[in-house]
């Protein structure tokens, strides 16, 4: 939260002090330093001084050249404070003065110009910074007589600001003059003392600006205000000079005693607040307060008073949210309320001490349930409502009981829904109780094994003993659940412009079904000014604020937000992970957890600022699902291609799913359209000319290229936009203006855009305007795929000629996975033969690399033993493979003896040990015939049987 401004009387400066004499510094010039990029470059802090002596106006080297320093201040806590630059010895005909740049038109130039000339005897120049270690640049003058050396000591107060208002609503705010036509000239800082960009004013003495909440600082001065910003908008005078550096205030009038009132004028009226420059040089400073805007504010009678947030909740009221208003009253109603002691009052719900009976419900008659016994996991027992019972973790003994008489069952062993054993009331037991008397010492080796369980209606899978699978209503299927997490990216690319003062959006809509376990949202945005957004996300009747009036001052967002993020830090460039809306309570993307990913995701953005635009460059919903029954992974189609899919999907395709991920790359394929389509003048997005292409193939897409044919008299009239499911970008927006005709490619391979006449060769269309084509990458290339462009300026029109796909399927090697090939059963130092010397090798893999009954194997990394025998990684990785003697896919100790009958009778060097011959295994509904341990690193099921012939893969 930014830090409030002080606020006392007008006037009051408080000294900081100067360093004492042993202390201060004094930096003597060194020549030539006659001119700015000449400067001697000085840090001073109170009490230091600058020295030297110069006889002249000139910039020819020597004594009679003007004397240059660049000064900078030391850094101190965030403040406002006044520096003074004071003459304490040399001629008094020395001109001192603080030097800047020129402007002409609300340009910037680069002429070194005078901001301010010394006055006052001693002769002193001034300025004001914020303890962000300021510079500027500070030049001597002299003359035929001024033969004496000079010096110039700092001296540095914290200035106290002016209270001004602190009730001013958000919105369009004016600050003027208030009842006096003297020039004044002033700039608006945030709190954090960043200027706000075009929120300054010289003539014509007022200022018109939008304001969100928060806390501001008006600087008032007179002729000449100088900061480093440029004349805003609004402006009649913009030629005033200008400082070289940011951060720092300078005023030229020397002129004393003026009155600076000023007037805030918001939608409730007009302030006033009495202020006066009383020496030369002098600057003002106004705190003003913006405060959030008002809410309905809900009371437990059901009534409605708008009012800010704060107040209503000092008041005991429930805000009912942003933006809301007692006009559509969002208040509830009173409805019966009910206690734990079976009591009831009418209070609106948010106000209820207890369970809210629902709309329409009231306490005449008593709806309450009424007391009854309630058993707790530490076998306690007491006498409330059951609702209640449930909400303080208990369970209710049913209607008409009580402690008294009822009382609570003792603990039994209980055989947990995930695994393991509890001495529990059967009441808290959520698995299956093994009966009374029975306790976990004597009874937990009868506990039933974990397994899959398969959930309606999304195939959701638990790891649960059978008894619980069932009355959860799910399917009980043996071994782990197939696969984890998934986690999925949609994009969409619009590059839709943020007007001043408008809102804009735009959709994702997502075709796959699947239950949420995460969700975080990627932004990016190009935008001046992002304090004045605000952006938030909605998917089925949930919306989450993503960002609300954060970082005054700061420009564009490539952000993710992420409920497990970083907290926001503002920069000029804004990136990152980061909480949405710093986490405000009500704004955690955790909302969306536990509903189906499928449907529409609606992206929000509002500019409630009139100055900045900005564009909506891309976004992205990345949604973990929960785990599923429905396995994923490689499926092997005609041809060699491959598509990550389903295995249903892949078996009604006739592919054969191997499981894993697609890797490598296949042959490009190519899809063209001639349409010959006229591209008419038309209003901006609307998109008139359209033709699509249908690839017939299933295939997952490695990547995509398309090739344009475009006649057309002005190519920067185009926008060119493909999509394809839920995914569109632009591969063209207004590139090449003056440019006719293009026979180009987009490829994200490519380089930048060469504009010609005609433009030729391949681009990468984020160079013209576009987005990555990798945004296709991964998708199912089957479907539509649509072409469409939109001119968007008048006179010059063209045809659409011809354009093609090209796409680069992703291809997979079609066989089984191979992590035994070439690895003997015995054979723990992978030498190529089983014999004595796998022995230490052996033992050292018992003792510290058993692994679990599936993949991936734990330890990952070879032990110490195991490589101080001269063993490896690559050999340490494939141990279940010479290790797992036994035959039941895992190594463990069960292995020793089996290990112990092959080395007694090893086989003929480069045989495996003979416990373990190939049989049939099914990964997914294919057979291979692998060894145990081979097929269970596969992911496959052994079948028991030695061929494929007798095996029946689903």
Known sequence: MLSLFRALPVGVIVCLGASSAALAVDYPEVEDNNSKAAANAVTLAAGDSVSGTTTGTGTASGLGSLDYFRVKTTAAA?????????????????????????????????????IQSGAGAPRFVQWYGFGKAEELYFRVAGGATTTAGYQYDLDTTTVEVIAGPTNLLPGTITISRAGHTNDTDFWVYSSNYVAGLGYGNDDPNTLTRGYFPGNYLLAVSSFNF???????????????????????????????????????????????????????????FISFTVLEPPVACCFGDGSCVDQPEQDCAAAGGVSGGFESVCSSNPCPAPEACCLADGSCSDVAPAFCAGIAQGIGSTCDPNPCPQPEACCFLDQSCADIAPAYCAGEGGVSRGAGTSCGTDGCPAAEACCFAAGGCADLSPLFCDGLSRGIGSTCETGAESCPPVGACCLPPNDVCLQVIEAACMNLGGTAQNGPCPVPSLVLTYTSNPNLPIPGDATV?????????????????????????????????????????????????????????????????????????????????????????????????????????????????????????????????????????????????????GGSFVGGDCSSTAGVRGYESTPNAVIPDSPVGAFPTVDVINVPENYGIADVDVELDIDHTYLGDLDIRLSHNATSLYLWQDACPGRVNMVATADDEAGAVVCGTPTLG?????????????????????????????????????????????????????????????????DANCDGSVNNFDIDYFVAAIVDGLTDATPPDVPPAASEGYLGLGGNEECWAVRRCWGDVNCDGVFNNFDIDAFVGCIVNFPTPGEPCLNCPPQACCIGSTCVELPYAHCHLSLGVPQGVATCADAACP
């Open 226 to 284: 100088a900061n480093n910003q440029p004349a805003a908008a609004g402006e009649t005078f913009t030629s005033g000079a200008v400082m070289d550096f940011p951060n720092v205030i300078v005023c030229s009038a020397a002129t004393t005693n003026v009155n600076v009132a000023m007037r805030f004028t918001d939608s409730t009226g007009a302030q006033d607040v009495a202020a006066t420059r009383v020496g030369m040089f002098d600057v003002v």
């Open 505 to 653: 959006s735009d959709t994702i809509t997502i075709a796959e079904t699947g239950i949420i376990a995460d969700v975080d949202v990627a932004i990016v945005i190009a935008h001046t000014w992002v304090s004045d957004l605000n952006i938030r996300v909605a998917h089925n009747a949930t919306t989450v604020q993503l960002w609300r009036h954060r970082c005054v001052g700061d420009a564009n967002l490539d952000v993710t937000m992420d409920d497990e993020g970083e907290p926001l830090v503002c920069a000029p460039e804004i990136s990152g992970t980061i909480t949405p809306d710093s986490a405000a309570p009500g704004h955690f993307l955790s909302a969306f957890d536990g509903m189906d990913v499928n449907g529409a995701w609606v992206l929000t953005v509002t500019d409630l600022a009139i100055l900045d635009s900005g564009t909506l460059i891309s976004w992205s919903v990345i949604a973990t699902l929960q785990e599923s029954c429905a396995v994923r992974g490689a499926c092997c189609l005609e041809g060699g291609l491959c598509l990550f899919s389903l295995l249903s999907d892949c078996t009604s395709l």
């Open 78 to 114: 965030l403040d406002v404070y006044r520096h003074r630059l004071t003459q304490t010895a040399g001629s008094a005909t020395l001109a001192p003065s603080i030097r800047g740049l020129n402007q002409s038109g609300g340009v910037i130039g680069t002429a070194d110009t005078s």
């Open 762 to 826: 391949s681009y990468a269309p984020s160079t013209a305007g576009g987005g990555p084509l990798n945004a296709f990458d991964g998708q199912n290339a089957n479907g539509e795929w649509t072409l469409a462009i939109d001119d968007d300026a008048p006179l010059d029109t063209g045809v659409l000629l011809r354009w093609k796909l090209l796409i680069t399927p992703l291809a997979i090697d079609c066989t089984a996975p191979a992590p035994c090939i070439d690895v003997f059963t015995g």
